[in-house]
């Protein structure tokens, strides 16, 4: 098999059997569960669109290590085009979802521990890379899908990972042996853990000599011995289960769907183990993931800001207020904002470059730079389409007093906004703004790829500060003066 | 007494420097007093012929210079691209050392002065 469909997808998952939990009880299938369904539809997206004339271009590519058809969510990016195809497709995907499809998380992890591990095994003499390089095969050739695990829920924060009173703060190998490693910890946030095949599991910090059972990179099967899944909640989930209109986005949901993978005591054969000790490659990965992590939100959130943009337009319309100076004035500036994201992630696929291993990098600054412009233009965007679509944002009637024989006529009556258009329209128009402006998907922008103060810190170091002292410098004539050579 | 050998020719060739990580007119000025120095090379423009060495000096690790258009136009190149010098990680204070090594072996040029000026 190669590319998978999405029919393809949701069989293969109900092949698995990982240990899920929610609300307090034990979810024997994501595929059919009204909770996990929205998040496996835009998963499963990833796949029909691949497979999709109108987006093969973006969503599919060539392997570079067999030379065979796969999904780009499993490429390992070889040139610029590749980097800035990636943000387009994400800008695609999430124009149809509305929502977060999940699948970038693994693909990112692809990437950052494909280029590492090649400069581990050139400094070390490990076979990390080789390794690496055959399973990556497997997951090109079967199309799974992987989830990147790297934020550990640390604990005190004080503390690094071994000062921490209790060792399972952050994952670790409590165990050596022969035929593999054995770990102990969890991740959290974890993004489409559930509806996943499998996880790549990254360290999330820096790490010291001390540190070293924690610099541990591993790949494990979503329904592995001593893994499970605890998912957590989002903002109106109950609506996923009584009702359909008021959720907004019924078919792709809110958010990705996040959970915490716990690993007790989880066996890991050598084959999947990508480092294990090596401490002073921890932040080299933990870096690069990021970066290539943080590049995505220009893409994807624009795409979701299209359709937000979209939503509060066709309200503005049918609430009569579309030529109003003002609300016109407010759409142009969400639009710019959309697109000043956009521009950032573009910016830093073009100037993004080649690693030792062959494959290519986002630019560090400025995918940390497109990340923190996220977690600021999401929130002024939706806080534009909250303007202008009114205080009816929180107080709309339920789909269930609309669809009532006695009380139905009087929500259908006042919900109306123009004559022309019914009021079912304005209801389902306020509930997909509601779903994408108020609650979880924003705090999705701030913290997602890591919180803004991890985007200012690489940024600091990237700044180059003494550069632009001299510069200055050199115009204000101060000191020795540079000159031009050649 | 084996014959002097032709000085090669040696040709600098700069990204653009939109915007420099690192101080690439130093790796330039350091190359100028190699050539006074020894007398192995001889630094041309890059609009030569002949060219033996091409240094492509690119000042960030998007690496602009690296194209085939200026590689071309002689036998060997040697590329810094920010702080990397032929794709090897070379942190800014040994870049111009490790520049300067890295073309004294493509030239077969033997115990030359590193020192900085």
Redesign the interface.
């Known amino acids: 098999m190669s590319m998978m469909t999405g029919k393809q997808y949701r069989e293969s998952l109900s092949k698995l059997k990982p240990e899920i939990y929610y609300m307090g009880e034990r979810i024997e299938s994501v595929i059919t569960h009204p909770a996990f369904t929205p998040h496996v539809n835009a998963a499963a997206l990833t796949y029909d669109m691949a497979l999709a004339p109108e987006f093969e271009e973006l969503l599919s590519t060539k392997s570079h290590l067999t030379g065979e058809k796969i999904n780009r969510f499993t490429h390992i990016h070889q040139n610029h085009d590749d980097l800035v195809k990636k943000v387009k497709m994400l800008r695609a995907l999430g124009q149809q979802t509305g929502s977060c499809f999940q699948r970038c998380v693994g693909f990112d992890a692809l990437n950052a521990t494909y280029s590492v591990t090649y400069d581990m095994d050139k400094k070390l003499g490990t076979k990390y890379h080789e390794q690496f390089s055959s399973l990556l095969k497997e997951i090109q050739s079967t199309d799974i899908m992987i989830s990147g695990a790297m934020t550990d829920p640390k604990g005190d924060r004080r503390l690094s990972p071994s000062q921490q009173k209790d060792p399972d703060l952050y994952v670790h190998i409590v165990e050596k042996r022969d035929d593999g490693i054995v770990v102990s910890g969890a991740k959290a946030h974890i993004t489409g853990a559930v509806n996943s095949h499998g996880h790549l599991v990254m360290p999330t910090s820096a790490m010291k000599k001390e540190d070293a059972d924690y610099a541990v990179c591993f790949y494990v099967p979503v329904d592995a011995t001593g893994a499970l899944h605890i998912f957590g909640r989002q903002t109106n989930d109950t609506r996923k289960c009584d009702c359909f209109l008021d959720q907004g986005n019924a078919e792709y949901g809110i958010v990705g769907g996040e959970a915490l993978i716990v690993f007790d005591r989880a066996f890991i054969p050598w084959k999947h183990v990508f480092m294990c000790g090596e401490f002073d490659f921890a932040y080299e990965l933990v870096e690069r993931f990021a970066t290539f992590h943080r590049q995505n939100y220009g893409g994807c959130k624009a795409g979701l800001s299209d359709a937000l943009i979209g939503a509060t337009y066709a309200l503005a319309q049918v609430q009569g207020t579309d030529r109003a100076s003002h609300v016109r004035d407010k759409i142009v500036e969400m639009v710019h904002l959309t697109e000043t994201l956009y521009c950032c992630s573009i910016a830093c696929s073009c100037?993004?470059?080649?690693m030792?291993a062959g494959c290519y990098m986002a630019?560090p600054l400025l995918a940390n730079v497109t990340k923190l412009n996220v977690t600021r233009h999401i929130y002024e965007i939706a806080r534009l389409a909250q303007d202008i679509t009114g205080g009816i944002l929180a107080t709309a009637p339920a789909e269930s007093d609309w669809k009532d024989p006695k009380i139905g006529k009087y929500v259908d009556k006042y919900m109306k906004g123009i004559a022309e258009i019914p009021a079912e329209t304005r209801i389902r128009l306020i509930r997909l703004l509601e779903a994408m402006t108020c609650g979880t998907a924003l705090a999705e922008s701030m913290h997602g790829a890591g919180s803004p103060q991890a985007q200012r810190i690489m940024i600091e170091r990237r700044a180059?500060l003494e550069?632009k002292k001299r510069l200055a410098e050199k115009l204000a004539k101060i000191g020795d003066q540079?000159?031009?050579?050649? | 007494m084996s014959p002097k050998r032709k000085p090669r020719k040696v040709a600098?060739k700069?990204c653009g420097c939109c915007n420099?990580?690192v101080?690439l007119?130093e790796i330039?000025?350091h190359l100028?007093g190699m050539e006074k120095r020894h007398g192995d090379f001889v630094l041309v423009p890059f609009s030569e012929d002949k060219i033996d060495v091409v240094i492509i000096l690119c000042g960030?690790?998007?690496?602009c210079g690296n194209k085939e258009e200026f590689k071309s136009r002689a036998k060997h190149h040697l590329l810094v691209?920010g702080e990397s010098v032929n794709?090897?990680?070379t942190p800014q204070e040994h870049l111009i050392e490790t520049a300067q090594e890295e073309l004294e072996n493509t030239l077969n040029i033997q115990n030359s002065p590193s020192s900085r000026h």
């Open positions: 100037q993004g470059y080649a030792p630019d180059n550069r540079p000159k031009l050579v050649y | 600098i700069y420099s990580y101080n007119s330039a000025c100028v960030c690790p998007r690496a691209a794709g090897r990680a």
